[in-house]
């Protein structure tokens, strides 16, 4: 598998693929991870990842970009190895790099879908016509998906968005999924008081990168409309990001600095546990999601959800009986939550709904779709047709 993106870098394609490696390897399958080198202080998971040298991008420190030399040498170095099929999980040295091996040595490529470049592009290009990133975004989607032998989408909305796109690569829905034992237990009770957040304050949850594209200023115009009827609100925002100057600023223009607190990257096996179960809900408004695994964590640990559905988050919330569906309008949000926090029964009902709705995205039960793919990518040289679908009902 290969990526432009992985720990320590958090976020979804990150969280996807140590997901996609942890539960190939339980089935009896070898994984190497190709990703940027971010420092000697590097999370390797427990199984083979070849970290390649790489720099710091001067526009957003927490990336790196893979050295071209050091591609290079990647490429030899592992054509000499016997790889059944390459899996590329991001669209910039990685997929060079993949589609390099795979048209080299006549090994399947398959690449996940993971981002939404069409939305993404204006929140990073403001001062471009719209229009014209709307073709720039599709245009480089295109190139990138016919390059490849299989495509692996999230979400079916997703796959009509490729569809839209003209895209003929064949591909199929597969949505990551989780590990459900690893979503068991929080203590929210020790996190509130590591932060003295008494026990009974009102208390919201997002997990999010802080980046443009994932609405947290939506949540703080929530956050303000819901402080006028519930004064001692805290927001607990988890997460980093290159946005998070701006939503700092923007916290003290609402006058929210006494509501609002901003707690970083958490461990996942431990304090995130703690910070998701903080929280009375657990708030998400990011029009911009291939998927939105967060909501499902949530549904996990069992915290109440509001939230939009836009995209992936329409597949993950459809049918969902621990959520409540809100318009991404701030008036109608703010309703949603404010209902729940003034009911303890409703969000309890919510929470014994939200443990059933994640065992739909079990991990396990969804990577056997993988690796039937991957089966038959490796028996047949090259993919031609779509496995059908794997969306939870």
Request: glycine fraction near 8%; hydrophobic fraction near 45%.
């Amino acid at each position: 598998m290969l990526s432009d993106v992985y720990f320590p870098r958090v976020n979804g394609v990150s969280a996807s693929m140590r997901t996609f490696a942890r539960e190939l390897e339980r089935l009896g399958h070898e994984v190497t991870i190709v990703a940027p080198r971010y420092g000697s202080d590097d999370d390797d998971g427990g199984f083979e990842v070849l970290r390649l040298p790489s720099r710091v991008i001067f526009f957003d420190p927490e990336d790196r970009l893979m050295k071209r030399s050091a591609i290079r040498h990647a490429a030899n170095l592992l054509g000499r190895r016997s790889w059944d099929v390459i899996h590329i999980h991001t669209p910039f040295r990685a997929h060079q790099l993949g589609v390099h091996l795979g048209r080299a040595f006549g090994i399947p490529t398959v690449e996940s879908y993971h981002t939404f470049f069409e939305e993404y592009a204006a929140h990073y290009l403001p001062w471009l016509p719209p229009a014209l990133l709307r073709l720039v975004a599709r245009r480089f989607s295109a190139r990138l998906c016919h390059a490849v032998d299989h495509l692996i989408v999230p979400t079916t909305q997703m796959a009509d968005v490729l569809t839209r796109y003209g895209i003929r690569t064949p591909r199929s829905v597969i949505p990551t999924g989780i590990h459900l034992d690893e979503f068991r237990g929080g203590d929210g009770s020790r996190f509130r008081h590591e932060h003295g957040i008494g026990a009974a304050v009102p208390t919201l949850v997002t997990v999010s990168r802080l980046a443009a594209e994932k609405n947290i200023g939506f949540l703080l115009d929530v956050t303000r409309r819901l402080v006028a009827d519930f004064p001692d609100l805290v927001f607990i925002v988890a997460g980093e990001g290159p946005d998070a100057p701006r939503l700092r600023g923007r916290v003290a223009e609402l006058g929210l600095q006494n509501n609002v607190r901003f707690v970083g990257n958490l461990d996942r096996a431990t304090r995130l546990l703690d910070c998701y179960k903080a929280g009375d809900v657990f708030v998400f408004a990011s029009p911009t999601e291939t998927q939105g695994l967060v909501l499902v964590e949530a549904m996990a640990l069992a915290v109440p959800i509001v939230s939009t559905a836009v995209m992936g988050t329409a597949t993950v919330l459809r049918d969902a009986r621990g959520a409540r569906i809100s318009a991404p309008d701030v008036e109608a949000f703010a309703g949603h939550v404010a209902a729940l926090l003034r009911c303890p029964a409703s969000r309890e009902t919510l929470s014994a709904h939200g443990r059933h709705d994640a065992e739909a995205w079990s991990a396990p039960a969804l990577m056997t779709r993988v690796v039937e793919l991957y089966e038959f990518l490796a028996g047949s040289g090259a993919a031609s047709r779509t496995v059908e679908p794997a969306v939870p009902a």
